[in-house]
């Protein structure tokens, strides 16, 4: 096999595993709150992440980091998996999957408008275009098809779905000052979240032994979403010779995803979701015109 075909390969495998995770963090949901679930998807993901380092040999290179590292890991790690997940499994929480997870994929839009005063990058027409195009999108799904009544389904959870994006974009901005191996990095910003995770968790909720179908649930969203779709994202793009190729596989994910929440979650999926997912695919597009 090729490493073209290899990167296909683990390209596909990412976006097939992260089609499941809107799923699973809805099914979840029924069993735990959304710090219980941070708690335990984000223990399970940094158990196989230094599990992953002690098979490679790389874990004492976590303990090894300068100073300014274990600073820009505190703040990392506040903002993801601390901010990032918590906000969004609140989203889960209060919204349907299917407009929860389309919502959450503006993230890259909101990237691209942080990078103008973070990383004095310039904004063309395209990313004016993209914006319009996506955020129709998001006022579609939000309304459930009746965009022009502005009255969306959970303000608030529409609201934090939004907010998301905007962590998760400031987490990957802050990110390309990282200069260490990336699952180093994210090995040790899971163990900077932590206090933080846990102390939120010992002031907002009740302790109480896990339920089992919650406790699995957290071990497959720590497991696959946290930690191997990242492993095998990285492994596609270290091997490919085309990048946009492998980029553009990540298109597919979020109609996926609606395909499992329609016979694993039994959302009825609207057309409205269709077309406003569209809208948001279509502005995604927009960004990559040349």
């Known amino acids: 096999m090729t490493k073209q075909r290899q990167a296909i390969f683990y390209g596909l495998g990412a976006v097939l595993l992260w089609s499941t995770v809107a799923t699973a963090f809805k099914l ?5 709150s959304p710090i219980e679930l941070l708690l335990y998807s984000g223990f399970f993901s940094t158990l196989l992440l230094g599990a992953i380092l002690l098979y490679q040999g790389k874990l004492r290179l976590a303990f090894q980091c300068s100073r300014r590292e274990y600073f820009l890991s505190i703040l990392l790690g506040l903002l993801s998996p601390f901010l990032y997940y ?3 499994f609140k989203a889960y929480d209060l919204l349907p999957a299917q407009q929860a997870q389309p919502l959450n994929y503006t993230w ?4 691209s408008l942080l990078a103008v005063p973070l ?4 904004i063309g027409w395209q990313q004016w275009l993209a914006l319009i195009v996506s955020y129709c999108g998001v006022v579609v799904i939000s309304t ?12 608030l959870g529409v609201a934090l779905a939004l907010i998301s994006t905007i962590v998760w974009a400031l987490y990957w901005i802050f990110n390309t000052r990282d200069s ?3 699952v180093v990095g994210l090995f040790v910003n899971f163990l900077c979240s932590f206090p933080f995770v846990l102390g939120y968790y010992l002031l907002t909720a009740e302790s109480r032994l896990p339920p089992l179908s919650g406790l699995l ?3 497959y969203i720590g497991c696959i979403e946290m930690g191997v779709c990242f492993v095998l ?3 596609a793009m270290k091997l490919t010779d085309n990048t946009a190729k492998i980029s553009n596989l990540i298109f597919l994910s979020p109609f996926l995803s609606l395909i499992f929440i329609h016979f694993l979650v039994g959302e009825e999926i609207l057309t409205a979701t269709y077309t406003g997912l569209i809208l948001i695919v279509a502005g995604l597009f927009c960004q990559r015109i040349k």
Do not use: C, H
């Not at 965009?147 to 959970?154: G, K």
């Open 108 to 111: 890259a839009i909101t990237l």
């Open 180 to 182: 260490r191996d990336p």
């Open 28 to 32: 979840s949901l029924r069993y735990f």
């Open 144 to 155: 459930e098809g009746n965009p022009f009544s502005l009255q969306f389904t959970d303000p």
């Open 86 to 88: 918590l906000i969004l």
């Open 233 to 235: 994202w990285l492994m």
């Open 217 to 219: 649930g957290a071990v």
């Open 119 to 122: 990383l004095k990058q310039k």
